[in-house]
């Protein structure tokens, strides 16, 4: 894949994040505005906890990929996007096209889950 389209890609990706984000009441840094409030709809303060937990879930989450793209573009100004961060190999065609946010290649990201 071309890095102008992997870019372009990346880059609606991106305002998809933020804008799932921004829905959720939190900033690109998934940071909750203040208190959340989940309205009279909760019956008791354990399921008003319960729905915050999974909300900060989902929320960590898009802040994880937000972060993956953010690294991808930078990779693309920097040249060096398509080789894997840690061992510098080529990132698979099949796999960038996938997941063009990928930097690393399918080796080190099974190797160590948390790369
Ligand atoms: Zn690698």
């Not at 898009?62 to 060096?80: N, Q």
Request: charged content about 25%.
């Amino acid at each position: 894949m071309p890095h102008d389209t992997a870019k372009t890609r990346l880059t609606s990706q991106r305002g998809e994040l933020v804008a799932q984000l921004a829905e959720l009441g939190a900033s690109e840094t998934g940071d909750l505005g203040g208190e959340v409030d989940f309205g009279e709809g909760f019956a008791d303060a354990a399921a008003a906890t319960a729905e915050r937990t999974e909300l900060l879930g989902i929320i960590d989450a898009l802040v994880k990929r937000l972060a993956e793209v953010d690294a991808a573009l930078a990779r693309i100004t920097e040249g060096t996007y398509g080789r894997c961060a840690n061992c510098g190999r080529e990132i698979g065609a099949a796999r960038l096209e996938h997941r063009p946010e990928s930097v690393h290649c399918i080796d080190c990201k099974a190797a160590n889950a948390a790369v």
